[in-house]
T-cell receptor
Framework: EAGVTQFPSHSVIEKGQTVTLRCDPI?????LYWYRRVMGKEIKFLLH????????ESGMPNNRFLAERTGGTYSTLKVQPAELEDSGVYFC??????????????FGPGTRLTVL | AQSVTQLGSHVSVSEGALVLLRCNYS??????LFWYVQYPNQGLQLLLK??????LVKGINGFEAEFKKSETSFHLTKPSAHMSDAAEYFC?????????????FGPGTSLSVIP
């Protein structure tokens, strides 16, 4: 089966612009997660979807970040307006439906965002 | 709250030498523990995981880790380093209350292998 895919792989934008990142989870995976790693810091959880619903968005840094998962398939993460401190690598992960005992999260390759 | 610490942001070993990457965690509930690896220009790949049962866990590429509850540790080892092991390694924990909890990552350890 195909893995988690993310688009674009790299994005370079200027401060104040808008960027939209996309994640396509593994087919059939109800759970979708966003994480990010800013320069020199740990990989941090941003939010978790179960199908199209936000299960946990406690890691979203501020209201410049908007995540959606319409239809419970792919997800987008929009940053508007982007700030310098948003630079980093944004990872997406997916896992099978809840209630299973072996619910490994599979990670995508990440999107490297650079804000100038 | 859960957290993960990794001793040493950079570790260098000679090819063929033992690899030991240290990880300690804190968790108020029985944790699920993971080691992920990120090779240059690639995404995160799961090396191994501990959920329940046997405390010595074997993973891919000859790596293994042992869950020691009394020490709150989950150190990663490999008997003989290979050049291809050069990468960044992340220890991680999730809540364990539900198998789909968010993952909390450590800061990462960059492993260099010297020929």
């Amino acid at each position: 089966e195909a893995g988690v895919t993310q688009f674009p792989s790299h994005s370079v934008i200027e401060k104040g612009q808008t960027v939209t990142l996309r994640c396509d989870p593994i087919s059939g995976h109800d759970n979708l997660y966003w994480y990010r790693r800013v320069m020199g810091k740990e990989i941090k959880f941003l939010l978790h979807f179960v199908k199209e619903s936000k299960q946990d968005e406690s890691g979203m840094p501020n209201n410049r970040f908007l995540a959606e998962r319409t239809g419970g398939t792919y997800s987008t993460l929009k940053v508007q307006p982007a700030e310098l401190e948003d630079s980093g690598v944004y990872f997406c992960a997916s896992s099978r439906r809840t209630g299973t005992t072996n619910n490994e999260q599979f990670f995508g390759p990440g999107t490297r965002l650079t804000v100038l | 709250a859960q957290s993960v610490t990794q001793l040493g942001s950079h570790v260098s070993v000679s090819e063929g030498a033992l690899v030991l990457l240290r990880c300690n965690y804190s968790s108020s509930v029985p944790p699920y523990l993971f080691w992920y690896v990120q090779y240059p220009n690639q995404g995160l790949q799961l090396l191994l995981k501990y959920t329940t049962g046997a405390t010595l866990v074997k993973g891919i590429n000859g790596f293994e880790a042992e869950f020691k509850k009394s020490e709150t540790s989950f150190h990663l080892t490999k008997p003989s380093a290979h050049m291809s092991d050069a990468a960044e390694y992340f220890c991680a924990v999730s809540g364990g209350k539900t198998s789909y909890d968010k993952v909390i990552f450590g800061p990462g350890t960059s492993l260099s292998v010297i020929p």
